[in-house]
């Protein structure tokens, strides 16, 4: 009996100790929350929109991946945007602007009493700020991982170890702002589009240290500016990210320029699942999400979700590496390939609705697309004796493909490997296939010439032709290894050439002409589709316009 | 009774350092990398190489590691590149610790109060249809995995009870305080904060608790019936004890030993399966960290949550050994 009353005094005791730490925590543990109780979530101006990934951070320009471009697309604007709906630019920070004749000095008219989320006005020093900002990045700010759309799109910076596209930028007066370039690019001014050219307030760059990133073991910091204080022109501000519970809110931004938002709140869920996000849009945890995965749409559909299908603005093609196989750098053998694969059956059988084959390497919306290339219809027997011509019937190829993965121009990689070495194998020709996980060897394999033949594709950023075309053969130093070709590095001139083109019908002449001729005499690898991505939202949800550049302004969206 | 915990501290920093050795050639022996993983598809072989010279991952693999080693020594175990772009590992892991503490507490509970007193009711009706009716269950428990019967859980009971199935909270502008959201949410007085946040353990403590339940029961029912059958029982009973004392101090007590020890063991179990649960569930804790740093090849985050794993596993090994003491006077004495 005495040692069960010593037993239970220490369990009092412990309960005791217990609730005096409770009660000495709570006391330290105020709410922030205030009196303010619209917090509860349930509010009707709140949008949910389940996200695959954290963002990076929020500052754009650094940003390389669709997470934060989706969520900097609603707190920023850039000098021009998109057309809802469309690939083609249009005006938005700035009214109206202007080329010189050679294409090298651009006129922006500014649009007048707009001011950053911190209050800072937006005129022309504002504009040439952030194009300083962006040429006169240091250190870790000039690696192409951190600064990918700018190398991709500028090319070098002020250090000069590379040569820039841009030279510099005056305020003419207030709202007027001139750039001036060191070429005519096709790609200029469509790029300021991109979220990664927003205008960002100066005042805000600079308190809060936006240019410091450093590289660190191996990772890189960012400053405070990226992590907590981005600072726009656009309908939402941000709010906060709570991630220990994996969301981000963004808020209204009252003085917003344009239409007001109608939402209070738009919150972004990082769900990164599949499943879960699918599931949590089922049980009305979120209001809609990025990407379903095309065998889902149906389903989706009968759920009484809307699926709401992008104008397809990728291509997926069959990519040949001529440093493989020596065969393959004839002609005759490439063109085979593209006789011996079926893309109608393929299209037809692994992907989603909406999918065309991919004739030519860019969709119909980017300018410079050509109607009348030479087109590839599916004929084993002529891929046969093409092969026999060569002196090729005994090829063998090692076909790449990758796990781990899902690209919105190739929903099944493994489905689609299966299809088409199935065609292949019809035309006689031997497939050894290799797979690797997309991030653990795929595309480094890719890229240092290992395989034969690979399975690869593109989304592209601007209607320009050059971000598609000149992005895979602007060099012949790229993975088809075109350069083994004479015609390889005529090409890549060809190339540079049509970019620097200023007027713009001309240009598109040109690209055509590329076009015509990549399909006919250089096939440096095989266009197989262009396949439209989805988001999907519940029936109620108000105001997206999917577009083709996943462009989504979440602005104008309304619930019930 | 000090030294031996000093000594089994020792042995754990041993473990510790030859782990770090061990996960950090291994991350690194695996294809692809984070310079595949950053890029994307938009990497060429050229901005990959400059990307990896940058991070120091083109220098020889024992350079890198007494780089780390330097940089652990002043608490920088590197900054994530892949789960939380440019956040410090210790703080993501301080950040998502509690989530997986607070689930895997919320799932051994329910396997503890669950599974005991079943356990106890059916040793003490050996045979009858209770008794084969829990063993079969636990059984089920035991062979239905956990993805699938998350799954299930999340179509049948998120949509018909109006459960949530991702995340761990509404985002609801609750206090932060000690990153345990009901915790948190009792602190400061959120009472609408504690509850969602409860709500949201709900279904994947479910999920992770079946196994662990199923095992602490078959166990307690097999000690229960071990004890029941010994000398003191009967003779507890004999000088007439109360049926309550009877069980509580000398059946549940002595029985109790195995348990404590299978449930310290499923803790570590647990921390497994919470990889897979938090996955499904969308709930933000190391686990959801793990599996993303895999499919990102994010090394610090890997680094950094493998040797936590590792630690917590052997540090509640020998709190349970600990324990044995507290339970087991005899050992105490030894």
């Given at each position: 009996m005495l040692q069960s009353r010593t037993a239970r005094r220490r369990w009092l005791a412990a309960i005791g100790l217990v609730s005096v730490s409770a009660l000495a925590l709570s006391a330290c543990a105020q709410s922030d929350r205030g009196t303010d109780s619209s917090g509860s979530g349930k509010v009707g101006g709140t949008f949910t929109f389940g996200a695959a990934g954290a963002p990076k951070l929020f500052d754009p320009f650094y940003a390389t991946d669709g997470e934060t471009f989706r969520v900097a697309r609603q707190m920023f604007n850039g000098l021009t945007t998109f057309k809802p709906g469309t690939a083609e630019p249009a005006p938005e920070l700035a009214e109206s602007w202007s080329p010189s004749s050679d294409g090298l000095t651009w006129t922006f008219k500014l649009r007048q009493n707009v001011k950053f989320h911190d209050g800072t006005p937006f005129n022309a020093e504002a504009v040439c700020a952030n194009f300083d900002r962006w040429y006169n990045q240091k250190g870790a700010g000039t690696s192409d991982a951190v600064s990918q759309y700018y190398v991709d799109n500028f090319g070098g910076f002020a250090d000069g170890a590379k040569p820039s596209l841009y030279k510099s930028c005056s305020a003419k007066d207030a709202n007027t702002a001139e750039v001036v370039l060191t070429s005519s690019t096709s790609k200029f001014p469509d790029i300021l589009g991109l979220p990664s050219f927003s205008m960002q307030s100066p005042t805000a760059l600079k308190q809060y240290d936006a240019d410091n990133v450093q590289a660190q073991g191996d990772s890189f910091t960012f400053p405070a500016y990226a992590t907590d204080h981005p600072t726009g022109t656009g309908p939402f501000k941000f709010g906060s990210y709570d991630k220990a519970n994996n969301t981000i809110e963004l808020v209204r931004n009252d003085d917003y320029w344009g239409e007001k938002t109608k939402l209070d709140k738009l919150v972004f869920r990082i769900i990164p699942d599949e499943t879960a996000r699918k599931q949590a849009l089922k049980s009305g945890d979120i209001d809609g999400y990025d990407f379903p995965a095309a065998a889902d749409w149906e389903g989706l559909k009968k759920d009484g979700f809307n699926v709401q299908i992008r104008p397809a603005f990728n291509v997926m093609y069959f990519g040949i590496n001529q440093a493989g196989n020596p065969k393959l750098q004839d002609l005759k053998v490439r063109q085979a390939l593209a006789y011996a694969i079926n893309r109608e059956q393929l299209v037809k059988s692994q992907l989603p609705e909406g999918a065309k084959v991919a004739d030519e390497f860019i969709p119909e919306t980017v300018g410079g697309y050509a109607k009348d290339v030479t087109k590839y219809e599916y004929n084993v027997d002529k891929a046969k004796s093409l092969l026999a011509e060569a002196g090729a019937s005994d090829l063998t190829l090692k076909f790449y493909w990758p796990s781990e993965v899902t690209r919105p121009y190739m929903p099944s990689p493994k489905d689609i490997f299966g299809a088409i070495s199935g065609d292949l194998e019809k035309a006689g020709i031997k497939v050894e296939a290799i797979t690797k996980p997309w991030n653990g060897g795929y595309l480094t394999d890719v890229d240092q010439h290992v395989p034969d033949v690979f399975l690869l594709g593109w989304t592209g950023d601007t209607g320009s032709a050059d971000n598609w075309i000149g992005t895979f053969f602007g060099n012949p130093e790229n993975r088809f290894s075109t350069g083994k070709s004479p015609w390889g590095a005529t090409l890549a001139a060809d190339l540079k050439k049509a970019d620097s083109t200023p007027d713009r019908d001309a240009r598109l002449k040109v690209y055509e002409g590329i076009n015509k001729q990549i399909m006919s005499e250089y096939l440096p690898a095989i266009p197989i589709s262009h396949s439209p991505p989805a988001l999907v939202v519940k029936s109620d949800v108000k105001g997206i316009v999917p577009s083709p550049l996943t462009d989504e302004k979440f602005g104008p969206v309304s619930k019930g | 009774m000090l030294r031996y915990t000093v000594r089994r501290l020792i042995q754990l920093l041993g473990v510790v350092l030859v782990l770090s050795l061990l996960v950090f050639a291994w991350l690194r022996a695996l294809p692809g990398g984070p310079a595949s993983a950053l890029l994307g598809d938009r990497g060429t072989d050229e901005s990959r190489a400059a990307l990896n010279k940058q991070l120091g991952l083109d220098q020889p693999i024992f350079i890198q590691y007494f780089k780390f080693l330097g940089r652990a020594l002043t608490g920088d175990f590197g900054n994530s590149t892949g789960v939380q772009p440019g956040d410090s590992v210790v703080d993501i892991f301080v950040q998502r610790f509690p989530a997986t503490i607070e689930l895997s507490v919320f799932a051994i509970i329910l396997a503890v109060i669950v599974g005991i007193p079943l356990g106890y009711v059916a040793a003490k009706r050996r045979g009858t249809w209770f008794d084969n009716l829990s063993v079969g269950g636990s059984l089920i428990g035991v062979a239905v995995p956990v993805f699938f019967l998350a799954f299930v859980l999340k179509e049948v009971l998120a949509s018909k009870l109006g459960?949530?199935?991702?995340?761990?909270?509404?985002?609801?502008?609750a206090t932060r305080v000690t990153g345990f959201f009901v915790l948190d949410g009792i602190l400061t007085q959120e009472w609408d904060a504690a509850w969602n946040a409860l709500k949201h353990l709900f279904l994947p403590a479910i999920a992770l608790a079946t196994i662990p339940f199923a095992v602490v029961f078959r166990i307690t029912r097999a000690a229960v019936l071990d004890v029941m059958d010994e000398d003191y029982v009967r003779t507890a009973e004999a000088k007439g004890l109360t049926a309550q004392v009877v069980r509580s101090r000398h059946v549940l007590r002595n029985a109790m030993l195995p348990v404590v020890t299978t449930i310290g063991l499923q803790i570590g179990a647990l921390l497994a399966g919470a990889v897979l649960t938090e996955k499904v569930f969308a709930f933000s804790g190391v686990g959801e960290a793990l599996a993303l740093g895999f499919e990102r090849r994010d090394y610090p985050v890997l680094q950094m949550l493998i040797m936590v794993a590792a630690v917590v596993y052997v540090v509640v090994n020998l709190l349970v050994d600990l324990s044995y003491a507290l339970i087991d006077p005899r050992i105490r004495t030894r």
């Open positions: - | 459960l949530p199935s991702v995340g761990r909270q509404d985002a609801i502008g």
